[in-house]
């Protein structure tokens, strides 16, 4: 009886000491914590467990908008913002502010830093940041302590864009070249010179260097934005899409064929033509309509336009947009960005947020609204 009494009153002095709920575990403990965690899932279900989580949460390596606007932007890939500051390149998640970044490559200066890009997502085990600079390629993964460096022996390699396409990774390069790299067991570049079928489009992509690589369903597509017109200032625009149809690895050429319609499916592309295309299936489960490709626009009513794939656009102020879009700008213009499947809570102050499906698609306005979210939301 003793025994039991004794060991019933030191439990009590423990449970009384220790923490009666998620809202009082010590800092020390949840910093490791909130460190390790990579996906937008899991730092949004961290961040509304408590109030004290949620102010921990944001002040762990967070950026503010003002810090942002600082920073050179290099790239959005795979959701994530990818900016140059300091010496040092830093990834955002543009949802939370949260940050990651790679060891310094102090042996290069950032005026030869050719291209930057993400491989997978940054919640994925083979995620690297791929850095481009003179006749090299440097590789970090994702919470590694160095870097690699590599040689791949391929003229003129310079990435524009990258994607995941059934378990290879694809890049558009400049002056019309179509890249595989193979990051395992070693680093392979395969190059082909982009060939389209119809004789009318043999000297399109040459043309325009307006273009986005996107992945729908089961198709790689290289969606083009063309001028109808002539002049400095054309008096049309109208989207392409071609998809990619084969390989010649004698000739070297990479095919692709026409797509006259995008079906069931509907493209979301930004400003930036250093930010990825996004697709969408059955967007009129949202409002929205398929065979269009959507882009943000600052003349319309609605923080984005839409226009349909192949169709020329006459529009004046549309096309005014159009033209500046593609382009490469210092720092971040509106775009859109998305993480991995979630489902979140309406905002109702954050109007230019639309939920797509199973997607977050934000617009990001510099001078009426934040992007990231305040402590207090």
Known sequence: MANRTCSASVSSLFASSRPQGWAELPDDLLRPVVALLRSF????????????????????????????????????????????HNNGFHIVNPFTGAKVGPPSLRSVPFTCISYVTLTAPVASADSHL???????????????????????????????????FKGKTYALGSFGWFYIIHLSPSLIIQKFKIVFEEDITEDLYSANDKAWLVVCGDALLLIKLGEAGRGMRSEAFQFMAFKLESFDTMTKKARWVKVNKLDNWAIFISVDERCEALSCMNPEGWGGRSNHIYFPSYQSEKPWAAVQLWKKCYYRSMCLQLFNTGRRYLKLESTWVFPARFLVPACDDLTAVSVVGDWLLIQLWWEDSTMLQSRDE
């Open 41 to 84: 899932r899991d730092l949004l279900a961290f961040g509304t467990t408590c109030r004290h989580w949620c102010d921990l949460l944001s002040a762990h390596s967070f950026l503010s908008l003002s810090d942002l606007r600082s920073m050179t932007f290099l790239r959005c890939s795979y959701g994530q913002l990818i900016f140059y």
């Open 130 to 164: 791929l850095v481009g600079a003179g006749a090299y390629l440097f590789l970090w993964r994702i919470g590694g302590d160095s870097w690699t460096k590599h040689s791949p022996k391929v003229g003129h390699f310079l990435i524009e864009q990258s994607v995941a």
